[in-house]
């Protein structure tokens, strides 16, 4: 059976988001470049404005097809939110990139969140809303926040400051990860 090969436009936007991810995760959007992020990509500026219209379409279109994927990756699980923690943070961690992306974002784009990612938090924290309802999560929290501790926690290795990160090395991968599943029990109260 013969492979399917995309039409020549989804390949060259697919080459361009993979350059930007690269460029923005280095960069952040304002350091940069359209012309470095085209070159690598095998293309040019004005495809690059033709498919995004610009730089800033294109590091939205970049943080939807990431952080996304993300969330693809790893759907919620509002019954193991444990669980769910430890797969998130192994999904941050095969993919580096996504936090640098996050930070970037928070840096810059404070004041234009990206209305998919608005639109998936806030079906998310539904999700949590409902499930406190259930009584399967505690109410201890408000639904936004209790989400956002459990995002919060699932990166916490990836956030550490220069500084923290001699201190916290001898930690090994799997002790990382645990540490972030019993961190959400004992938020969670369980």
């Known amino acids: 059976m013969a492979r399917f090969t995309p039409p020549a436009a989804d390949a060259m936007r697919a080459r361009i988001l993979d350059a930007a991810r690269d460029e923005f995760a280095a960069h952040g959007l304002t350091g940069a470049r359209v012309e470095r992020l085209a070159a690598a990509a095998d293309s040019n500026k004005a495809q690059v404005f033709h498919y995004f219209g610009g730089k800033e379409g294109l590091f939205d279109a970049l943080l939807v097809q990431e952080l996304g994927g993300l969330h693809d990756a790893v759907p919620l699980d509002t019954d193991d939110l444990p669980a769910w923690a430890g ?21 810059e784009r404070t004041d234009a969140p990206v209305p998919a990612l608005v639109e998936r938090y ?31 926690l699932a990166g916490v290795w990836t956030a550490l400051p220069a500084e923290a990160t001699g201190s916290v090395s001898a930690v090994v991968a799997a002790r990382r990860r645990q540490v972030v599943v019993d961190a959400v029990a004992q938020l969670l109260g369980r």
């Open 87 to 107: 797969r998130l943070h192994d999904a941050v961690v095969e993919r580096p990139w996504v936090a640098r992306l996050a930070t970037w974002q928070r840096l």
């Open 122 to 152: 806030e079906s998310s924290v539904a999700e949590v809303e409902r499930a406190q309802r259930a009584g399967v999560l505690p109410r201890s929290f408000r639904p936004a926040v209790l989400l956002a501790l459990v995002q919060q």
